[in-house]
């Protein structure tokens, strides 16, 4: 856009004061809930990569001589069942580390689908209001009395078990709450004096949306998004344990603790090992989002 | 000092604004705008409850392949379908059918559950009171960790005692609720011994699902109860009470707190509405008889009349439950009323 | 206004008579040092304060925002946040202050000192009538039943003359106007009989005649009670209406102490002399019309209707306003709070549609013009608003924020819309600097010229300023209207003025319209309205506001007094 290429060589420090990008660097690196979490977030997506080509059987390579195998720990070095295998005798590492890659991307794509649904539809609400602002809101308090996990249930018994059908359906249900808190500070800043400033200063809906308003409910947006990924991890970690997820034999945390839960007395490590990988995933992207708040927190400004 | 016109309607505004009714007048006026209000949420509540109702009726629609199929048993006859179809009024239009639907469902009609064999209503019926007495024990366990915990995070704000009880919050929002069950029941039930695995019956059934329900409540309450206080701790009115000698135990449970429990009675109030989502796993993990259990099965069992109804009744219990905050609230804040 | 005396009762009589002679010394700041840590280093904020309350005696602490006073004043009842450290004594009847723990503060709370604060809105709790917040203040030191605290309150209210005391003390506070809460406030405040009451700024949220009637009452319950008073506050008028003594205070310290009367007469020190220099005078001159030139706004038979809520009706915050503002006039709007001159002028601006009327820019209709005309028209237009923080968007910098308006307009390159930033910030006085900053990097004087800055910037035909200085502090407003004034000779704009201020309209203006409830009550050259207004609502708007000069201020006091 040309305003803003424009408006960015006006705001051309012409001081050294420190920039920008500085004062978040140094806020970034003063909060140590962000700096845990993406150490975090980092390990969790090496840790997928590394998933393609660390261990010495690929994750649906059987192997009925290791059945509920209890851990080597290092005793084997990396070649071992660091962590025991499986009532198939399946390298449980090998397992969760692909694991970690389905759960992971589904639960990036929902939250990028459902933040751009959220997004669009909480500025139109906000900012056209009126019959359309109703519209929207009746549809969101709808959305509101019906609890994700039983639509997400319902909609993909319905429609089969795949992928595809459960970012479909966990976007169509995880768009309400950015759309709510969008819309609340849309509103607000609608009659804000810098926006009646800008109205009155000629400037149009359009530029208004994108120059005025949307930059300032990016933070609460990025804050928001990054704990979703939270909790739709653990949603569809829920729904595969139910059968109703990640289709078998497909690797998936949630499936694996259902599948470990039988032997779990015999061999604990096969339902503690997905399970444990599931909530330093949750925890490390919650961390994150915590830590972004105190850092887009405008009131930590100084 | 501006006269923005919004404030003028809430009477906090500097001075007293000309055109609102003092007095006496005051407490009438409330009268009517909560008549008012009263009426705008029940007019919301029926376009909602219209939308939860036409997404109960386009779920099994949605579906590929005949409606009537799959409300059917896989080895169904062609006769058995030949009178679902017809039951179902297939054969007509999708309005026509869908005034069918909440038809049967006015009359208390939620249809017939091909797994169960019984009718859904009996079935729900039955499951209902029990995913009650849960959740209620959950709401309780929840509220007994959230209250002092939050208010410890507030009071000792910045402190160590903040540092620990977020990060117990932190944990109870990042522990899957199927993980932590398997956990439980290892340790209590399997290693330990000290509780039954699942079932129901006394007392100590009910302690292992409650408690892993409670544990996806309590960090939210948490959350909100601290951040809450922290907003309300630094209000004016909190440094005029201390200026008059208002003892600071006093002043911290009473003053500040009703003003910060009025957030956390919105999230209780979804988290009861939500108790059906989160019994979904831990009842079919304990082998709880609710409605929870009554869904898994039915998933696993693909019996949709039986899902259908079950989206329909988690909806209907959130929108009472909304309604039921919504009053409490107009009782708790007297604001509410004049905004 | 006056007390009833029937309100009293033997309770409060034995109040009155507290033990002490008057003139004894109850409170004795020495020394007060107030230092706060924070990560960016130890700031001080109280700087060696030393001064002196005695019995019966109203002091008013005086200064502008930054000075310390309220830091000062929340210390004597161990009110300042927990990172502050206080250094030096502070004796409140015989008993040193600083050190002492909460408990021993919470004994003395109410029961020798006691305060009011700035905001009644903000410091009675919303969740709890008036009444229970009233009986908790007095059972917190007093032995008594909750029936005999409630009949307590009731008296209490009385004395503050709040109307009706017994059907209202169930109310919550959202129930009462502004004035009626600092009333309840007040009460409260004496519950517990304290011979000290603290007042911050008690008398700034609210409208001037409500605030002459707080000062009154506070005057009142001196003489009644001997109760000695500090005020804090920022506004000369106030010091000059009630206080016997003054401190000044700046940047923590305190550069003057004196008898008020001499305080004004013979200000010593160099700050005071600054401070009452930028107070705004109340101009009854006629001074020139300028002279006659084209019409810039005109607005004929302008009402603006608001749905009140549902199923409640609708008011007028705007009736039938017509007007006409000319090139190079400056058209000034007073009225209180509610009289809806903010509200007429977003309808002038372009932000509120009228619901009947029309709104003439430069001859063209602002709301039945087309797209282009509309564009057109408002290049013209130019808002300044009351509030600096809210009117920057707090994500662009300062040159985005002034430069945006000929940006958009596309047919600027961007070295001539760089270089008129440069010039304007030049014209406001900012140095060219400021260009990267954000909104939350600047003061509120640096604000509220950005905003100058960023009206002026397409040349208007018409400035509407609404409440541009009201919340800035004295010398800075001072600053920032001569800056206007001097722009407006330059530039030559018509000038829609809003303000609550009397005194800052009659020195700014050439016009002035007096609106209530959303009518004009008067209108004419200023000088006339303020100096010979013939309207009782503009006469008595003007006898309260309080003025910078304690003779003539107590002349008039004592002349409304007889006028009851």
Same mark, same amino acid.
């Given at each position: 856009m040309l305003t803003k290429n424009i408006g960015d060589t006006l705001g051309n420090?012409?001081?050294?004061?420190?920039g920008r990008a500085a004062i978040l660097r140094k806020k970034m690196l003063g909060s140590k809930l962000f700096v845990i979490g993406l150490c975090g977030v980092t390990i969790i997506v090496l840790a997928c990569l590394l998933?393609?080509?660390?261990?010495?059987?690929?994750?649906d390579q059987m192997n009925l001589a290791a059945r509920l195998k209890a851990p080597e720990w290092f005793s084997e070095g990396l070649g071992g069942y660091i962590f025991g295998a499986d009532?198939?005798?399946?390298d449980v590492v090998a397992r969760v580390l692909i694991g970690s890659r389905y759960s992971i991307s589904i639960a990036l794509s929902v939250v990028l689908c459902g933040t751009l649904i959220g997004v669009t539809l909480g500025l139109v609400a906000g900012y056209v209001g009126g019959v359309v602002d109703a519209a929207i809101m009746r549809v969101v308090d709808i959305m509101m009395t019906l609890p994700t996990l039983i639509v997400a249930l319902s909609f993909v018994a319905v429609l089969g078990a795949s992928i595809q059908n459960l970012i479909i359906v966990l976007s169509l249900t995880s768009w309400v709450l950015t759309a709510r808190v969008v819309r609340g500070s849309t509103l607000a800043m609608r009659g804000s004096d810098y926006v009646s400033a800008a109205r009155v200063m000629g400037a149009s809906d359009w530029q208004i949306v994108l120059r005025e308003v949307l930059p300032n409910v990016v933070p609460p947006i990025l804050i928001m998004a990054t704990q979703q990924i939270g909790i739709i991890l653990l949603t569809e970690a829920g729904m595969s344990f139910l059968?109703?997820?990640?289709?078998?034999?497909?690797?998936s945390w949630g499936g694996m603790i259902a599948d470990g839960q039988a032997y779990m007395a015999t061999a604990p490590w096969v339902v503690i090992a997905p399970g444990m990988a599931l909530m330093l995933a949750v925890l490390s992207f919650n961390l994150l989002g915590d830590g972004l708040r105190d850092i887009l927190d405008p009131r930590s400004a100084n | 000092m501006g006269d923005n016109p919004a404030a003028v309607g809430r009477?906090?505004?500097?001075?007293?604004?000309?055109?609102e009714p003092e007095g006496a007048g005051a407490a009438r006026s409330d009268l009517r705008a909560l008549t008012g209000q009263g009426m705008r949420r029940v007019l919301q509540t029926r376009v909602v409850l219209f939308g939860i109702s036409v997404i109960a009726f386009a779920l099994v629609r949605l $579906?590929?392949?005949?409606p009537a199929a799959l409300l059917?048993?896989?080895?169904?006859?062609a006769e058995q379908l030949a009178a679902m179809e017809a039951r179902m009024g297939l054969d007509q239009p999708p309005v026509v059918q869908y005034f069918r639907y909440v038809g049967n469902l006015v009359r208390g009609d939620f249809g017939y559950s091909y797994f169960y064999q019984q009718d859904v209503a009996t079935l729900i019926g039955r499951a209902l009171p029990n995913t009650a007495l849960l959740g209620f024990a959950a709401m309780l366990i929840s509220l007994g960790i959230a209250i002092p915990l939050g208010m410890l995070a507030a009071i000792r704000r910045g402190t160590v005692w903040d540092s620990m009880a977020m990060f117990a919050a932190l944990i109870g929002q990042s522990m899957s609720s199927v993980w932590l069950a398997v956990l439980l029941v290892l340790v209590? $039930?399997?290693?330990?011994?000290?509780?039954?695995t699942s079932g129901s019956g006394g007392i100590e059934y009910i302690i292992l699902p409650a408690l892993c329900l409670a544990s996806q409540d309590y960090a939210l309450s948490t959350r909100m109860l601290r951040s809450g206080m922290i907003g309300a701790l630094g209000q004016d009115y909190i440094m005029a009470a201390r200026a008059r000698g208002i003892p600071k135990r006093r002043v911290h449970w009473q003053y500040a707190f009703k003003n910060a429990a009025l957030p956390l009675l919105t999230v209780v109030g979804s988290q009861i509405g939500g108790v059906l989502a989160g019994s979904l796993i831990v009842e079919r993990i304990f082998n709880w008889p609710g409605i929870g259990l009554l869904m898994a099965n039915a998933i696993a069992a693909r019996d949709f009349q039986l899902i259908q109804s079950i989206l329909l009744i988690s909806g209907l219990i959130y929108t009472v439950l909304a309604l039921v905050v919504d009053a409490l609230y107009t009782v708790l804040d007297k604001r509410i009323v004049a905004s | 206004m006056s007390i009833h005396?029937?309100?009293?009762?033997a309770g409060q009589a034995n109040a009155a008579a507290a033990p002490g002679n008057a003139g004894e010394i109850i409170l004795a700041l020495d020394d007060l040092n107030i230092s706060f840590r924070t990560m960016g280093g130890v700031f001080e904020v109280v700087k060696g304060v030393s001064l002196v309350l005695k019995r019966g005696e109203i002091l008013a602490i005086v200064g502008e925002s930054g000075s310390g006073k309220s830091v000062t004043s929340r210390a004597i009842l161990g009110?300042?946040?927990?990172?502050a450290r206080i250094s030096g004594s502070i004796r409140l009847l015989g008993e040193?202050?600083?050190?002492?723990d909460e408990e021993s503060f919470n004994k003395l709370r109410g029961t020798k000192a006691s305060m009011v604060f700035q905001e009644p809105s903000r410091a009675?709790?919303?969740?709890?009538t008036i009444g229970s917040q009233m009986i908790d203040a007095i059972r917190a030191h007093k032995h008594v039943s909750r029936d005999e605290a409630r009949e307590r309150a009731i008296e209490l209210l009385r004395i503050v003359d709040f109307p009706e005391p017994r059907e209202r003390v169930?109310?919550?506070?959202?129930?009462?106007?502004g004035g009626q809460k600092q009333r309840v406030m007040i009460a409260m405040a004496l519950s517990c009989d304290p011979q000290i009451i603290i007042a911050d700024?008690?008398?700034?949220?609210?409208?001037v005649t409500v605030q002459a009637e707080i000062l009154s009452l506070l005057h009142d319950l001196r003489d009644r009670f001997g109760t000695s008073i500090i005020i804090i506050t920022h506004n000369m008028g106030v010091v000059a209406d009630i206080a016997d003594r003054v401190v000044v205070m700046n940047d923590g310290h305190v550069v003057e102490t004196a008898d008020t009367f001499e305080l004004f007469a013979a200000p010593k020190d160099e700050y005071t002399r600054r401070l009452l220099a930028a107070v705004p005078k109340m101009n009854t001159s006629e001074g020139t019309a300028p002279p006659?030139?084209?019409?810039v706004l005109e607005l004929e038979d302008v009402s603006v209707r608001f749905a009140r809520?549902?199923?409640?009706g609708h008011f007028l915050a705007v009736d039938k306003i017509g007007l006409t503002l000319n090139e190079r006039e400056t058209l000034a709007v007073v009225g209180e709070s509610g009289s809806g001159k903010s509200t007429l002028a977003r309808a002038v601006a372009g932000l509120q549609k009228p619901s009947e009327g029309t709104v003439l820019l430069r001859g063209i209709d602002l709301y039945a013009a087309g797209r282009r005309d509309i564009r057109r028209v408002r290049r013209g237009l130019g808002y300044i608003f009351q509030d600096p923080n809210g009117?920057?968007?707090?994500?662009?910098?300062v040159a985005y924020s002034i430069g945006a308006p000929l940006l958009r307009?596309?047919?600027?390159e961007a070295k001539d819309v760089s270089a008129r930033i440069d010039e304007l910030l030049d014209a406001v006085r900012?140095?060219?600097?400021?260009?990267?900053?954000?909104?939350?990097?600047?003061?509120g004087g640096q604000t509220q010229r950005v905003s100058i800055a960023r009206a002026l910037i397409r040349r208007p035909a018409l400035l509407v300023a609404d409440e541009?200085?009201?919340?800035?502090d004295v010398s800075v407003q001072d600053q920032v209207l001569r800056l206007l004034k001097e722009l407006q000779r330059e530039l030559g704009f018509a000038c829609l003025f809003i303000t609550h201020d009397l005194a800052v309209a009659s020195s700014f203006a050439d016009r002035a319209i007096v609106m209530r409830r959303g009518r004009i009550v008067e209108q004419g050259p200023s000088g006339l309205v303020?100096?010979?207004?013939?309207?009782s609502y503009t006469k008595e708007l003007i006898a309260s506001v309080p003025i910078a000069d304690p003779v003539a201020q107590r002349a008039g006091r004592s002349r409304v007094a007889a006028g009851m």
């Amino acid at each position: 856009m040309l305003t803003k290429n424009i408006g960015d060589t006006l705001g051309n420090p012409t001081d050294p004061a420190p920039g920008r990008a500085a004062i978040l660097r140094k806020k970034m690196l003063g909060s140590k809930l962000f700096v845990i979490g993406l150490c975090g977030v980092t390990i969790i997506v090496l840790a997928c990569l590394l998933g393609l080509w660390s261990s010495h059987s690929g994750p649906d390579q059987m192997n009925l001589a290791a059945r509920l195998k209890a851990p080597e720990w290092f005793s084997e070095g990396l070649g071992g069942y660091i962590f025991g295998a499986d009532q198939l005798g399946r390298d449980v590492v090998a397992r969760v580390l692909i694991g970690s890659r389905y759960s992971i991307s589904i639960a990036l794509s929902v939250v990028l689908c459902g933040t751009l649904i959220g997004v669009t539809l909480g500025l139109v609400a906000g900012y056209v209001g009126g019959v359309v602002d109703a519209a929207i809101m009746r549809v969101v308090d709808i959305m509101m009395t019906l609890p994700t996990l039983i639509v997400a249930l319902s909609f993909v018994a319905v429609l089969g078990a795949s992928i595809q059908n459960l970012i479909i359906v966990l976007s169509l249900t995880s768009w309400v709450l950015t759309a709510r808190v969008v819309r609340g500070s849309t509103l607000a800043m609608r009659g804000s004096d810098y926006v009646s400033a800008a109205r009155v200063m000629g400037a149009s809906d359009w530029q208004i949306v994108l120059r005025e308003v949307l930059p300032n409910v990016v933070p609460p947006i990025l804050i928001m998004a990054t704990q979703q990924i939270g909790i739709i991890l653990l949603t569809e970690a829920g729904m595969s344990f139910l059968g109703m997820g990640i289709p078998s034999p497909t690797p998936s945390w949630g499936g694996m603790i259902a599948d470990g839960q039988a032997y779990m007395a015999t061999a604990p490590w096969v339902v503690i090992a997905p399970g444990m990988a599931l909530m330093l995933a949750v925890l490390s992207f919650n961390l994150l989002g915590d830590g972004l708040r105190d850092i887009l927190d405008p009131r930590s400004a100084n | 000092m501006g006269d923005n016109p919004a404030a003028v309607g809430r009477a906090s505004g500097p001075g007293s604004p000309a055109q609102e009714p003092e007095g006496a007048g005051a407490a009438r006026s409330d009268l009517r705008a909560l008549t008012g209000q009263g009426m705008r949420r029940v007019l919301q509540t029926r376009v909602v409850l219209f939308g939860i109702s036409v997404i109960a009726f386009a779920l099994v629609r949605l $579906a590929p392949g005949n409606p009537a199929a799959l409300l059917m048993p896989v080895d169904a006859t062609a006769e058995q379908l030949a009178a679902m179809e017809a039951r179902m009024g297939l054969d007509q239009p999708p309005v026509v059918q869908y005034f069918r639907y909440v038809g049967n469902l006015v009359r208390g009609d939620f249809g017939y559950s091909y797994f169960y064999q019984q009718d859904v209503a009996t079935l729900i019926g039955r499951a209902l009171p029990n995913t009650a007495l849960l959740g209620f024990a959950a709401m309780l366990i929840s509220l007994g960790i959230a209250i002092p915990l939050g208010m410890l995070a507030a009071i000792r704000r910045g402190t160590v005692w903040d540092s620990m009880a977020m990060f117990a919050a932190l944990i109870g929002q990042s522990m899957s609720s199927v993980w932590l069950a398997v956990l439980l029941v290892l340790v209590f $039930a399997v290693k330990l011994g000290w509780l039954p695995t699942s079932g129901s019956g006394g007392i100590e059934y009910i302690i292992l699902p409650a408690l892993c329900l409670a544990s996806q409540d309590y960090a939210l309450s948490t959350r909100m109860l601290r951040s809450g206080m922290i907003g309300a701790l630094g209000q004016d009115y909190i440094m005029a009470a201390r200026a008059r000698g208002i003892p600071k135990r006093r002043v911290h449970w009473q003053y500040a707190f009703k003003n910060a429990a009025l957030p956390l009675l919105t999230v209780v109030g979804s988290q009861i509405g939500g108790v059906l989502a989160g019994s979904l796993i831990v009842e079919r993990i304990f082998n709880w008889p609710g409605i929870g259990l009554l869904m898994a099965n039915a998933i696993a069992a693909r019996d949709f009349q039986l899902i259908q109804s079950i989206l329909l009744i988690s909806g209907l219990i959130y929108t009472v439950l909304a309604l039921v905050v919504d009053a409490l609230y107009t009782v708790l804040d007297k604001r509410i009323v004049a905004s | 206004m006056s007390i009833h005396d029937d309100g009293m009762t033997a309770g409060q009589a034995n109040a009155a008579a507290a033990p002490g002679n008057a003139g004894e010394i109850i409170l004795a700041l020495d020394d007060l040092n107030i230092s706060f840590r924070t990560m960016g280093g130890v700031f001080e904020v109280v700087k060696g304060v030393s001064l002196v309350l005695k019995r019966g005696e109203i002091l008013a602490i005086v200064g502008e925002s930054g000075s310390g006073k309220s830091v000062t004043s929340r210390a004597i009842l161990g009110l300042h946040p927990r990172t502050a450290r206080i250094s030096g004594s502070i004796r409140l009847l015989g008993e040193e202050l600083v050190g002492l723990d909460e408990e021993s503060f919470n004994k003395l709370r109410g029961t020798k000192a006691s305060m009011v604060f700035q905001e009644p809105s903000r410091a009675l709790n919303p969740v709890f009538t008036i009444g229970s917040q009233m009986i908790d203040a007095i059972r917190a030191h007093k032995h008594v039943s909750r029936d005999e605290a409630r009949e307590r309150a009731i008296e209490l209210l009385r004395i503050v003359d709040f109307p009706e005391p017994r059907e209202r003390v169930n109310f919550y506070p959202h129930q009462l106007s502004g004035g009626q809460k600092q009333r309840v406030m007040i009460a409260m405040a004496l519950s517990c009989d304290p011979q000290i009451i603290i007042a911050d700024e008690p008398t700034t949220a609210l409208d001037v005649t409500v605030q002459a009637e707080i000062l009154s009452l506070l005057h009142d319950l001196r003489d009644r009670f001997g109760t000695s008073i500090i005020i804090i506050t920022h506004n000369m008028g106030v010091v000059a209406d009630i206080a016997d003594r003054v401190v000044v205070m700046n940047d923590g310290h305190v550069v003057e102490t004196a008898d008020t009367f001499e305080l004004f007469a013979a200000p010593k020190d160099e700050y005071t002399r600054r401070l009452l220099a930028a107070v705004p005078k109340m101009n009854t001159s006629e001074g020139t019309a300028p002279p006659s030139l084209s019409a810039v706004l005109e607005l004929e038979d302008v009402s603006v209707r608001f749905a009140r809520g549902f199923g409640r009706g609708h008011f007028l915050a705007v009736d039938k306003i017509g007007l006409t503002l000319n090139e190079r006039e400056t058209l000034a709007v007073v009225g209180e709070s509610g009289s809806g001159k903010s509200t007429l002028a977003r309808a002038v601006a372009g932000l509120q549609k009228p619901s009947e009327g029309t709104v003439l820019l430069r001859g063209i209709d602002l709301y039945a013009a087309g797209r282009r005309d509309i564009r057109r028209v408002r290049r013209g237009l130019g808002y300044i608003f009351q509030d600096p923080n809210g009117s920057l968007n707090p994500h662009h910098q300062v040159a985005y924020s002034i430069g945006a308006p000929l940006l958009r307009e596309g047919t600027y390159e961007a070295k001539d819309v760089s270089a008129r930033i440069d010039e304007l910030l030049d014209a406001v006085r900012l140095p060219r600097s400021v260009r990267a900053k954000y909104p939350h990097e600047l003061s509120g004087g640096q604000t509220q010229r950005v905003s100058i800055a960023r009206a002026l910037i397409r040349r208007p035909a018409l400035l509407v300023a609404d409440e541009p200085t009201s919340a800035l502090d004295v010398s800075v407003q001072d600053q920032v209207l001569r800056l206007l004034k001097e722009l407006q000779r330059e530039l030559g704009f018509a000038c829609l003025f809003i303000t609550h201020d009397l005194a800052v309209a009659s020195s700014f203006a050439d016009r002035a319209i007096v609106m209530r409830r959303g009518r004009i009550v008067e209108q004419g050259p200023s000088g006339l309205v303020f100096g010979a207004p013939q309207e009782s609502y503009t006469k008595e708007l003007i006898a309260s506001v309080p003025i910078a000069d304690p003779v003539a201020q107590r002349a008039g006091r004592s002349r409304v007094a007889a006028g009851m």
